[in-house]
């Protein structure tokens, strides 16, 4: 007993220092209320102002939005690109490292790229759009515009990352399945629906949580292009959380934001995971 406690004890620690005693000061931090007299146990008024606070709301909206509009594109583009780039071949493993590319740009890098493309006016995008006698937009300053754009950005920079995970759930099915399903005469969208999403379901659970946890965590991008901004359009919970701890210093609120964050991602986590067994998990 005491050599696998002995091996198991570095880990044990790390993760004791680093995962769980942070939450559980998150979780102090959200009952409590810091005041010149010291700490304060408020209960769950930390958690009543939030949701009371309209910015706060917003922010959920926007990140709720941002989620679908980033997570729905990626998975779908990945799996276009890992069908078409399925097999062996010398151009399929060249354009695999070319779609794999924007996933090796750190993330500020690209913003910063994004930032030349959207600048209204004088950007690549608006440029090109004048050529065709089009009238550009503030892509950036438009509540309506600015965070479709913070999406797109998201999409190219994650849509390659993903394709790897589904690239090897394909390369995971049977041949038997395959050529069962040929001999049946299935045609290629009968193949894809009954045979390649079927087999891809645990693919897809597992790469659904991670871009959802991407549309949570990834901000260095609101960060360099917006600020949240304009007029709260692009703040999501991360910022949201940021800004109030770092910037109106009130640490029961952005606790109380970041508990509430991390329900939801393992509510959403959970769900993904559950129907990722189909009908299998209900019995």
Do not use: C
Not at 28 to 42: L, N, Q
């Amino acid at each position: 007993m005491a050599l696998p406690l002995a091996l198991l004890g570095p880990s044990l620690v790390f993760l004791a220092l680093f995962t769980y005693w942070p939450v559980a000061e998150v979780v102090w931090d959200a009952t409590h209320e810091v005041t010149r007299r010291g700490t304060r146990f408020v209960g769950l008024a930390n958690f009543a102002a939030l949701f009371a606070d309209p910015t706060f709301q917003r922010a959920l909206l926007n990140n709720a939005l941002y989620a679908i509009g980033t997570v729905v594109p990626s998975l779908v583009l990945a799996l276009a690109f890992a069908l078409a780039l399925n097999g062996a071949g010398r151009v399929r493993a060249l354009m695999r490292a070319v779609f794999f590319l924007p996933v090796m740009i750190p993330l500020v890098a690209a913003a910063a790229l994004f930032l030349f493309l959207f600048l209204p006016g004088i950007g690549l995008i608006d440029h090109h759009l004048a050529r065709l006698g089009l009238n550009g937009a503030n892509w950036l300053g438009d509540p309506d515009l600015a965070l479709a754009a913070i999406t797109v950005l998201t999409v190219w920079k994650n849509a390659g990352y993903y394709m790897l995970f589904i690239l090897a759930g394909l390369q995971a099915i049977p041949d038997e399945a395959k050529e069962a399903a040929l001999l049946d005469g299935a045609g290629p969208w009968q193949r894809l629906r009954y045979v390649t999403l079927p087999a891809l379901r645990p693919t897809f659970a597992f790469v659904g949580v991670i871009a959802l946890l991407n549309a949570v965590t990834q901000v260095d991008h609101v960060f360099v292009l917006t600020k949240g901004g304009p007029s709260d359009a692009t703040k999501l919970l991360l910022f949201y959380i940021y800004e109030q701890a770092a910037e109106r210093y009130d640490a029961g609120r952005a606790a109380a934001a970041t508990v509430v964050t991390l329900g939801l991602l393992a509510a959403l986590t959970a769900l993904s995971l559950s129907r990722s067994q189909g009908p299998e998990a209900a019995r």
